[in-house]
C-alpha cells in the first residue's frame, strides 16, 4: 500500500483517546492464561500483535472468550496444554520472547515459529539465560522457529548486559515455575509492567534497584483494565508539537516512568517555553499511572543529547523523536541505542537512509544517529520512502510528512496494522 501525506495547513485540534497499551496487553493475556481463576480484561488491543499472543494461548488450550471487540473473560486453572500445532507468533517479538520463558517449565515440548521478519530477530537473548536455568532449545543460529523442550527449571542470578524488558520478563516468567529464586540485575531499568502486574496478580516478586526477584508463584486471576499506549500516543505528542497551532488533548495514556522518556524529551527540547506538555488527570488503574495529556505547538524546540539510562525509557519512540529533532533548532544526539538494530528493521540505518531522502540533516552513527535540526522548520519532502515492513518507521514517516514544504508517499504503509489500525481514524479526527 502507497500511503501519500501532504504537509498540514491548520492545526490539530480536539480530543482523541489513545489505544491500549501493547505491552501491557500482551502481558494482560499471558499472566491471566497462567493465573487460576476467572477475570475481564478490558480496553484489549486490536493491534495483530496482542492478537496474536491471544490466539497462541487458546492454542494452549486457554478459554478466552470476547465480551465485545475491546473486552476479554479470560478463564484458566493455572496449567496449559501441549499444542499439536506450530504456535505461530506472527510478527510479535514480545510474544515470542515472553512465552519462551513459561514454556521452558512445562512438562511437554513446544515449537514456536514466526513471520519472515520476525525469524531474522534475534532470539539468543532469551535462549541463553533460560538454558542456564535448565531449558532446552533448540533454533537456527539463535533465530526462529524455535523447539522448547519442557523442562525442570532452577532458579538462576543473572546479571543482564542489556537493559530488556522482554528478557527480563522471560527469566521472570520462567521463575514463576522453577526451583528457588530467579534474579534478574539490568545496567538500567527497562519497562516494568510485567513487575507491577505480578505484584497485581500475587507473585511473590521483590524489585530492589534495577534487581528484581521472584519466587516460584501462582498468580491469581483478577480484572485488567488496560490504560492507553503512550508508543502510539509519541506520535500524536510529535505532530502536536511540530504542526503549527496545535492544541489537544490525548486522554488515558499511561505514564509508567520507566516508559515515559518521551515526555522528558519533549519537556527538555521545550524547556523554558510555556507551549508543550501538560499531565492533567492522573490517576492509578490495575498498578499503572495513567493521565491526559495536553500537547501543544512549540515555537522554539532546542536539540539534546539522548543517551544511557533515557534509551531503555523511549527506545520504540526514537523513529518519531527523529522527526522532533529535525524541527528543533541546533543538534540532537542520540547514543547507546545499538539495540534499535535488532527490531522490525535495523531501524538506525534505514531512518537514516530514509530521512535523508526528505531532506533530514542525520547521520549515522554506531549506536544511534545525529540530527542537525532545520530553522526554517520544514522538511523538504517529494520522496517515496519504504517502511521496510517496519509499523513504526511508517508512522514516523507519516508524521514528517505533515511538516514537508511537498508531499511524500510511503511504501508499505499496511504494516501499522501491526501495532496501531487506529492511528489514521484518530489523525483525521485532530484535522476535521
Not at 39 to 65: E, M
Request: include cysteine; glycine fraction near 8%.
Amino acid at each position: 500500500m502507497l500511503k501519500k501525506v501532504s504537509g498540514l495547513t491548520k492545526p490539530l485540534k480536539g480530543v482523541i483517546t489513545i489505544p491500549s497499551d501493547k505491552s501491557i496487553s500482551h502481558r494482560a493475556v499471558m499472566f491471566s492464561s497462567i493465573a487460576e481463576g476467572e477475570c475481564i480484561v478490558r480496553n484489549f488491543s486490536s493491534g495483530a500483535d496482542c492478537h496474536s499472543t491471544l490466539n497462541l494461548f487458546k492454542q494452549l488450550g486457554v478459554d478466552i472468550q470476547f465480551i465485545d471487540n475491546k473486552t476479554l473473560k479470560i478463564k484458566s486453572n493455572g496449567k496449559l496444554i501441549s499444542s499439536q500445532l506450530p504456535l505461530d507468533n506472527g510478527n510479535s517479538g514480545t510474544t515470542m520472547r515472553l512465552v519462551s520463558g513459561i514454556l521452558a517449565g512445562q512438562n511437554f515440548d513446544s515449537v514456536m515459529i514466526g513471520d519472515e521478519s520476525l525469524s531474522k530477530r534475534p532470539m539468543k537473548r532469551v535462549i541463553e539465560p533460560l538454558t542456564l536455568m535448565g531449558a532446552e532449545i533448540d533454533s537456527i543460529e539463535g533465530h526462529a522457529p524455535l523447539k522448547i523442550y519442557g523442562r525442570k527449571l532452577k532458579g538462576i542470578i543473572y546479571p543482564s548486559k542489556l537493559a530488556s524488558a522482554q528478557v527480563k520478563s522471560c527469566l521472570l516468567l520462567a521463575g514463576l515455575n522453577a526451583e528457588g529464586e530467579t534474579t534478574f540485575i539490568e545496567p538500567y531499568t527497562s519497562r516494568d509492567h510485567t513487575e507491577r502486574l505480578f505484584n497485581y496478580l500475587d507473585a511473590d516478586i521483590k524489585v530492589d534497584g534495577k534487581s528484581v526477584t521472584v519466587k516460584p508463584s501462582k498468580l491469581q486471576a483478577k480484572d485488567i483494565d488496560v490504560v492507553g499506549d503512550i508508543s502510539s500516543a509519541a506520535f500524536f505528542i510529535v505532530a502536536g508539537l511540530i504542526v503549527k497551532g496545535s492544541d489537544f488533548v490525548i486522554k488515558n495514556v499511561g505514564i509508567n516512568p520507566t516508559r515515559s522518556g518521551i515526555l522528558d524529551v519533549a519537556a527538555r527540547m521545550s524547556k523554558g517555553v510555556k507551549e508543550g506538555i501538560e499531565i492533567q488527570n492522573s490517576r492509578i488503574i490495575a498498578g499503572e499511572p495513567c493521565a491526559d495529556i495536553r500537547v501543544q505547538y512549540s515555537e522554539s524546540l532546542k536539540g539534546c543529547v539522548i543517551e544511557g539510562s533515557d534509551i531503555p525509557r523511549l527506545i520504540d519512540e526514537l523513529p518519531v523523536i527523529a522527526v522532533l529533532a529535525s524541527q528543533a533548532e541546533g543538534e540532537t544526539i542520540v547514543k547507546n541505542a545499538e539495540d534499535l538494530r535488532n527490531k522490525e528493521s535495523d531501524r538506525i540505518k534505514c531512518l537514516v537512509e530514509e530521512l535523508t531522502k526528505i531532506g533530514v540533516d542525520i547521520k549515522e552513527t554506531n549506536d544511534g544517529f545525529i540530527i542537525q535540526g532545520k530553522r526554517d522548520k520544514y522538511i523538504q519532502g517529494n520522496a517515496e520512502l519504504q517502511c521496510y515492513h517496519d509499523h513504526r518507521l511508517a508512522m514516523s514517516f507519516y508524521i514528517a510528512g505533515l511538516v514537508c514544504k511537498n508531499e511524500i508517499a510511503i511504501n508499505g504503509f499496511e504494516w501499522t496494522k501491526i501495532s496501531f489500525p487506529e492511528f489514521e481514524e484518530l489523525m483525521y479526527k485532530l484535522t476535521t
